[in-house]
C-alpha cells in the first residue's frame, strides 16, 4: 500500500493511490498494467500534473512516466522525431532546436510531458496550424492487457484517430512521434490594446497574423496582445536582462505579489488590475519558436476554457464583458485560436475554433464564477477543454462530438473492463 499522496500543478487534486509505479521500460509498464489487472485494480498514467480536472487521479495503481523520458528517433529527412511519453515539452524543444528542427505550434506551457499534453488536448493559437495533437504522426501505447502496440494514419486507424487526444482511456501512451520542420523564426510583438478596439478588429486581427492572441484584465478595458509571424531572419531574441525583467521577475514576481493582494482586498481587485496593465508595455523580438510560444509560469490559478465557433467569439466576449464585473477575477481572461481538425475529441475537431479562458488565482473563490461563465460558453455550442474544471457530461458531448461514439467503441475494443477508468471518465465519456 503507497503511502504517496500527489497533488497537480493547481493544487486542487490530490491522489492517495493504493499503488505508486515508476517503470523504467515499456515492458515494465506491461508488466504494472498486467498485475493491476491480476489485483482488480485501475490505472492512471500521470505527467506532470498540468491538468486542473481530476483526469489522473486514481485510488489504484498510479504509474508515473518520469524515467521514461528519453530521445529515441531523430529523422530530419522525413521531419519525424519520435520520443518516449514522459519526456517534458521544454526538453523535447531544446533537443529539437538542437538538431535545426521544431513543431510547427505549442502552446505557452512547456512543462507538461509530451503525452499528458496531447492526451488532453494542449493547443497553443494558431490561424493556420493546430494544437499539438494535430502533429502527432504515431503512437505507442500499452493496452489493458499488457500487449504493446502502435499506430499512425495506416496501421489501425481509429485507434490512433481516438488516442491523439484518448484522456488516458485507451491505454497507457509510451511513446509519441511527431511531424516536425526545419526551425524558422518567428517575429514576435506584444502591445496592449484596448478590448473595445480588439473586438472592433478581431477578424483583421486573426486573419493578418499566423498566430493572434490577447489577455484581456477583467473590470478594465486592457488587453495584452500578441502577434506572431514568420521571418527569414535576422534573429533579434530578447537580452538575458530584459528576459529576465519581464517574463521572470514582472510577469510572475511582482504579478503573484498583485495576485496575493487581490486575494486579502478582493473589493481592490479592478484598481489591481489597472496597476498590472499598466506594467504592460510593446516590445518586439525574433526568435525560434519555443522561445516566442512558451513563458515561464510560476503563479498558480485553476482554469476554466471552452472551445467556441470561431465566428461566435465577438458574441461570447461581449456577453463575457458584462458577467464578469458581478464578481472579482484577478487573473486576465486568455483568448487564443485554432483551424478545424480531424482528431475525434479534439476541441476544434471540424470547425474553426475560438478557446476562452478564464482563470482565478490559486485558494481564491471560483465555482460560481465558473459556473456563469460555462453556462455562457454552452449556450454557443462550447467545447470544455479536457484539461481545465468543466461540469459537462457524456450525454452533452455526444452531442457536441460528432465521432463521440467511434471513440466509445474504440474504448470497448481495447478496454472493456475499464481498467483505465476513474471518476472523471465516467463523468465525460459514461459507464
Known amino acids: 500500500m503507497s503511502t504517496r499522496t500527489w497533488k497537480n500543478w493547481g493544487r486542487n487534486q490530490t491522489a492517495r493511490p493504493r499503488r505508486f509505479v515508476a517503470p523504467r521500460s515499456v515492458e515494465e509498464v506491461a508488466a504494472a498494467v498486467r498485475r493491476a489487472g491480476e489485483d482488480g485494480l485501475t490505472v492512471k498514467a500521470v505527467g506532470s500534473g498540468h491538468s486542473f480536472t481530476d483526469a489522473a487521479v486514481t485510488d489504484g495503481v498510479m504509474l508515473s ?25 521544454h526538453r523535447l ?48 501505447l500499452v493496452l489493458a492487457n499488457g500487449e504493446i502496440v502502435t499506430c499512425d494514419a495506416e496501421q ?15 491505454g497507457v501512451i509510451t511513446a509519441v512521434t511527431f511531424g516536425v520542420e526545419p526551425v524558422f523564426l518567428l517575429h514576435a510583438q506584444e502591445a496592449p490594446l484596448s478590448l473595445t478596439q480588439v473586438l472592433a478588429d478581431f477578424d483583421e486581427l486573426a486573419a493578418d497574423n499566423e498566430h493572434f492572441e490577447f489577455h484581456w484584465f477583467p473590470h478594465t478595458d486592457t488587453a495584452l496582445t500578441k502577434r506572431n509571424n514568420r521571418v527569414t531572419g535576422p534573429s533579434r531574441p530578447l537580452s538575458a536582462v530584459r528576459h529576465w525583467l519581464e517574463d521572470q521577475f514582472l510577469s510572475n514576481d511582482v504579478y503573484g505579489l498583485l495576485c496575493r493582494a487581490g486575494r486579502a482586498a478582493p ?71 485554432a483551424p478545424a481538425d480531424d482528431v475525434w475529441l479534439s476541441t476544434a475537431y471540424g470547425r474553426d475554433t475560438a478557446y476562452v479562458a478564464v482563470r482565478m488565482f490559486e485558494r481564491m473563490p ?66
Not at 467545447?383 to 463521440?404: E, N, S
Open 65 to 89: 512516466l518520469e524515467h521514461l523520458a528519453g530521445v529515441r528517433a531523430i529523422d530530419p529527412e522525413r521531419c519525424l522525431v519520435t520520443v518516449d511519453a514522459g519526456l517534458p515539452l
Open 93 to 140: 524543444n531544446a533537443v529539437l532546436t538542437q538538431h535545426r528542427l521544431s513543431l510547427t505550434n505549442m502552446g505557452d506551457i512547456d512543462r507538461q510531458t509530451v503525452s499528458g499534453a496531447i492526451s488532453t488536448g494542449t493547443h497553443g493559437t494558431g490561424r493556420d496550424s493546430g494544437g499539438l495533437a494535430a502533429q502527432v504522426a504515431g503512437l505507442e
Open 156 to 170: 489501425d486507424p481509429d485507434l490512433f484517430a481516438a488516442a491523439r487526444v484518448g484522456l488516458g482511456a485507451l
Open 267 to 337: 473589493r481592490a481587485i479592478p484598481a489591481i488590475n489597472r496597476i498590472a496593465g499598466l506594467m504592460l508595455s510593446p516590445r518586439e523580438y525574433v526568435d525560434v519558436p519555443h522561445r516566442v510560444f512558451t513563458s515561464p509560469r510560476r503563479v498558480r490559478f485553476v482554469e476554466m476554457e471552452y472551445a467556441v465557433p470561431r465566428r461566435a467569439v465577438v458574441s461570447v466576449l461581449r456577453e463575457l464583458r458584462t458577467l464578469i464585473d458581478r464578481w472579482h477575477v484577478n487573473m486576465p481572461v486568455a483568448v487564443r485560436l
Open 366 to 431: 471560483h465555482e460560481r464564477y465558473f459556473a456563469e461563465v460555462e453556462e455562457l460558453m454552452i449556450g454557443y455550442e462550447g467545447r470544455p477543454h479536457w484539461g481545465t474544471l468543466h461540469t459537462r457530461d457524456a450525454a452533452y458531448l455526444a452531442k457536441h462530438y460528432p465521432r463521440f461514439a467511434d471513440f466509445l467503441a474504440v474504448r470497448d475494443r481495447v478496454d472493456p473492463e475499464r481498467r483505465f477508468a476513474n471518476r472523471y471518465l465516467r463523468q465525460v465519456l459514461g459507464d
